[in-house]
């Protein structure tokens, strides 16, 4: 794979170490609520009225 994305092994096995940002955390856990959603519809709802859910759903501070 290195070889096909012209990386150094070493330096793609250093980019796999790296912690997650907060980026990636934070879409990570709007990933877990789209899933959430979209099961609790029991598979019904597109994407549309999935982002009313999570808009409707977001508390703010």
Request: hydrophobic residues 35%; positive net charge; glycine residues 6%.
């Amino acid at each position: 794979m290195c070889r096909v994305l012209n990386v150094h092994r070493s330096g793609f096995y250093a980019w796999l170490k790296e912690p997650l940002s907060n980026a990636e955390k934070a879409n990570v856990r709007l990933l877990k609520q789209i899933k959430a959603s979209y099961a609790q519809s029991g598979g019904v709802y597109g994407s549309p009225r999935i982002t009313h859910e999570l808009r409707r759903s977001v508390k703010t501070v």
